[in-house]
């Protein structure tokens, strides 16, 4: 079983709609979770931490059930500018960060 | 402030040849890491630096990769005798605090073709 697995997608959506991406990890050490960004032959930047309380920024929701060792990202009211792929990221002590191989959202007018 | 950097953007190599790539990091970041990204696939951890400690070297798919990290900045991943399976994009990252903690900031990668 791979460590951290995405819904590859392609995710393609109108512009307005919300887009729902989750995520399964299976290391129960787990301590810290990202959603990062990655347009097309570009480098990944962070998107959002993930916090267990869940956390919000602008249209970008993000909820983390530990229990179930799921990550989840929405996204509401979709921009043009939000196509790129999303990568799941989860870390643990002692070791680097552990990327899916991420989800792929195409907005269309 | 400059971001990380990468040298070169682009390489293409023959067979069997030594590579080197080159990357610098954000100043003043303690944690440096490689990662490779091969056509429709996740980033791979290949090595981590973090200080002065020994670095994390769990990731390096074979004894052809090697890195070095000089004095606690700049880094160079080498890769000897290339094969064409090592094409694939190598993302360098740094971040301010090691261990994964710390949000890692990218270089815009070395894109390597082994033909």
């Known amino acids: 079983r791979k460590e951290v697995e995405q819904d590859p997608g392609p995710f393609n959506v109108p512009e307005g709609a919300t887009v729902a991406f989750n995520c399964t990890y299976s290391?129960?050490?787990?301590?810290?979770f990202f959603w990062y960004r990655q347009d097309c032959r570009k480098e990944p930047k962070l998107l959002m931490s993930?916090?267990?309380s869940g956390n919000e920024d602008g249209r970008f929701t993000a909820q983390l059930n530990r229990a179930s060792q799921y990550i989840s990202l929405l996204i509401r009211d979709s921009k043009l500018s939000d196509s790129a792929t999303y990568l799941c990221?989860?870390?643990?002590?002692?070791?680097?960060?552990?990327f899916g191989k991420g989800t792929t959202l195409s907005v269309s007018s | 402030g400059a971001g990380v950097s990468q040298s070169p953007s682009n390489k293409v190599t023959e067979k069997g040849k030594d590579v080197e790539l080159r990357c610098d990091p954000i100043?003043?970041?303690?944690?440096l890491y490689w990662y490779r990204q091969s056509l429709g696939q996740g980033l791979e951890f290949l090595i981590y630096f973090q200080g002065n400690s020994a670095p994390d070297k769990s990731g390096l798919p074979s004894d052809r990769f090697s890195a070095e990290r000089t004095g606690g900045s700049v880094s160079t991943l080498t890769i000897q005798r290339t094969q064409q399976e090592d094409s694939a994009v190598y993302l360098c990252a740094s971040s301010l605090v090691g261990g994964g903690a710390g949000i890692q900031y990218f270089g815009a990668g070395t894109r390597l073709s082994v033909l």
């Open positions: 290391n129960s050490a787990s301590q810290s």
């Open positions: 993930v916090y267990s």
């Open positions: 990221v989860v870390h643990q002590a002692g070791t680097a960060l552990i």
């Open positions: 100043s003043g970041h303690t944690a």
